[in-house]
């Protein structure tokens, strides 16, 4: 079975390829975590929001991903982060052409 994380946290820029120049290295590392299958990156610029959807083929690694993730934020000055994690329902997900 693999879980979704979803996190999402204020955020106040920046946006767009702007974002992307600036965190091109952090996603690189995202990439490198234990038991992760993929993540889609999320920003709102409207709502002041960014955060993403993972992918995990295991609870452990999205727990673990979620303790170290959320630390990290907290370090960058962001106090407040939601963080939930989902089990996949592989076949629904897949009938409504979910990428699991």
Known sequence: ???LLQVDFPYSGPW????????EDLARSIAEQPGLLWKIWTENEAAG???GIYLFED???AEA???MHTARLKGFG???VNGKIFA??????QLDRGPV
Not at 16 to 23: F, I, L, P
């Open 59 to 61: 609870i452990a690694s």
């Open 78 to 80: 962001i106090a407040h």
């Open 65 to 67: 991903y979620l303790a």
């Open 49 to 51: 929001e960014a955060g």
């Open 88 to 93: 996949v329902n592989k076949a629904l997900s």
């Open 16 to 23: 767009g390829q702007a974002m992307t120049d600036v965190m």
């Open 1 to 3: 079975m693999s879980y």
